[in-house]
Nanobody
């Protein structure tokens, strides 16, 4: 069974930065489309950003565009999410998954999540 593990979450003040990483177990990440999603308390899980395996194209939710950057660290076999100018509204559990569209991502293609809390 494939496994994804998120790391890098934590508590940060508004305006701060965090770098999240998504690491695979048993496969090479670069061969897969990888998305970042988040779920805030009382809210449904939503897409944040995605990087595709074919052409390397990236997408971002309007709410994070210009502040977040997704990319691949090939040497470390990880996909990262660089989060800048963090706002309290960014507080959520952040997940990575194999896919961009939440409607098509199998249950086994998700990580366990990492908590990001933006608060003063």
């Amino acid at each position: 069974q494939v496994r994804l593990v998120e790391s890098g979450g934590g508590l940060v003040q508004p305006g701060g930065s965090l770098r999240l990483s998504c690491s695979p177990s048993g496969f090479t990440m670069d061969f897969y489309t990888v998305g970042w999603f988040r779920q805030a308390p009382g809210k449904e899980r939503e897409g944040v950003s995605c990087i595709r395996s074919g052409d390397g194209s990236t997408t971002y939710a309007d709410s994070v565009k210009g502040r977040f950057t997704i990319g691949r660290d090939i040497a470390k076999n990880t996909v990262y999410l660089r989060m800048r100018s963090l706002k309290p509204e960014d507080t959520a559990v952040y997940y990575c998954a194999l896919g961009c569209d939440i409607r098509y991502i199998d249950n086994d293609w998700w990580g366990q999540g990492t908590q990001v809390t933006v608060s003063s």
